[in-house]
């Protein structure tokens, strides 16, 4: 919708994506979506799809299990308890997912 709508917002909102996220100066785009999962579990852990999103970008660009975990507890205390379950409800999810599509390789 938004392509046909503004297609030039929509290649704005994408170079600005390239930049923050595919260009690597100090952060490996791993780390980077570590990042995002933390912040998303922080403010919204209810996006599931967002999240899922990401663990599986991260999982794609090396990320282990533990890392992401580790993410999701530094969200514990600007997001809350639930925050942590949420996320780590996805987590299993998204494990459980990759694991199956592995299986079918």
């Known amino acids: 919708m938004l392509a046909e709508d503004d297609p030039e917002f929509l290649e704005t909102y994408d170079k600005l994506y390239e930049l923050a996220m595919l260009r690597t100066r100090i952060f490996p785009e791993k780390i980077k979506e570590l990042f995002f999962i933390c912040a998303i579990a922080a403010r919204n852990p209810g996006d599931t799809s967002g999240m899922r999103n990401h663990m599986r970008r991260a999982l794609e660009k090396g990320a282990t299990k533990e890392e992401i975990l580790e993410a999701l507890?530094?969200?514990?205390?600007?997001?809350?308890a639930l925050s942590l379950l949420y996320s780590i409800n996805t987590l299993i999810e998204v494990l459980k997912e990759r694991e199956a599509n592995l299986g079918r390789a």
């Open 73 to 80: 507890k530094c969200a514990l205390f600007p997001g809350g």
